[in-house]
């Protein structure tokens, strides 16, 4: 499969929220993922599934959702890596907030109902992040020095980002750096003075014990 193509079933209906679920060659982990955004409370979403050239079957498995609801969306190309997965999700969103769902984490059933009635609350936050579930090992390498371990409480976590789709675009997405791109990108927030809102409610679910999880390979590189 070399060209980009994608099936979609999506209504005519601006939805509140774009989430976006990047995957590569993790079929047996996505569905995990895919189920607990099919089971929140909050319906008022598109799922746009970005396929980085995967070559076991999550076509077959994203094919599944597509036909079964009608608003998830499948996008293949070939492999680009995390953050123009990202960024190609970001230009098929039609939402009103952009968010992410790693393919090997998860959604409590709430997650995006809080979210949703706080930006309700607060309509002039640009961008919110936090409230995370660490599964595993809670230290993950710095960016500025990657021999050197930190604790995830003082990272931002892309999967809790939500952002304005309109902010989204105006950032230009993520920049093409292969670790620190949710860093990256929320800096740039911070220096264009958007409006940054923090929650912490722990409903999105971080497992950190994927072996082929990028911070584990970096980790695994130091100890050789």
Known sequence: MKNKFMIATQANKIPF????????????????????LGKQSESDWECIIVDDGSSDN???LCKYYVEQYPNFKYIFHQNRGQSLSRNTGILASSGIYITFLDSDDEYEEDHLLIRKDCLIQNPDVDFVHGGVKIIGNEFVPDINNPNKLIHLKDCVIGGTFFIKNSVAIELNGFENIK??????????????DYQIGVIDYPTYIYYR???????????ELQKQ
């Open 58 to 60: 999550t076509f077959e």
């Open 179 to 192: 670790y620190g791109d949710d860093a990256n990108f929320y800096e740039k927030v911070k220096d264009n």
């Open 209 to 219: 014990d994927t072996p082929d999880s990028l911070c584990n390979q970096i980790i």
């Open 17 to 36: 929220f774009s989430v976006i679920v990047c995957t590569y060659n993790r079929e047996l982990l996505l569905k995990r993922a895919l189920d607990s």
